[in-house]
């Protein structure tokens, strides 16, 4: 069992910026691919970002590239998004989840995820 815990949401004016963390723990070795995923309301599911457990690659949606930049500390056994000039329509509930690959995360197969923090990108 992999157990993910997101912190850093809130309320933030468009253009600020804002730093999510996911801290992992159980048996994270078996699910190294820690990804982040949106919900805007009333829109579908979203994958924004991936980041490899092995080479440390990293992916990016386009809604997000140049923007956000995901991160991870090893030692922590933490991955942090952090969110520059954000818009309003960045509000969404920003889920992150472990799964084998990224290349699974494309299709949003995450074996396990985490409860969500709130975002909300206003004036």
């Known amino acids: 069992q992999v157990q993910l815990e997101e912190s850093g949401g809130g309320l933030v004016q468009p253009g600020g910026s804002l730093r999510l963390s996911c801290a992992a723990s159980?048996?994270?070795?078996?699910?190294?691919?820690i990804g982040w995923v949106r919900q805007a309301p009333g829109k579908e599911r979203e994958g924004i970002s991936c980041?490899?457990?092995?080479?440390?690659?990293?992916y990016y949606a386009d809604s997000v590239k140049g923007r956000f930049t995901i991160s991870r500390d090893n030692a922590k056994n933490t991955v942090y998004l952090q969110m520059s000039n954000l818009l309003p329509e960045d509000t969404a509930v920003y889920y992150c989840?472990?799964?084998?690959?990224?290349?699974?995360?494309?299709?949003?197969?995450?074996?396990?995820w985490g409860q969500g923090t709130r975002v909300t990108v206003s004036s």
């Open positions: 980041t490899s457990g092995t080479d440390g690659t990293t």
């Open positions: 159980g048996t994270t070795r078996d699910y190294p691919a």
């Open positions: 989840a472990a799964t084998w690959g990224c290349n699974y995360g494309l299709g949003l197969d995450y074996a396990y």
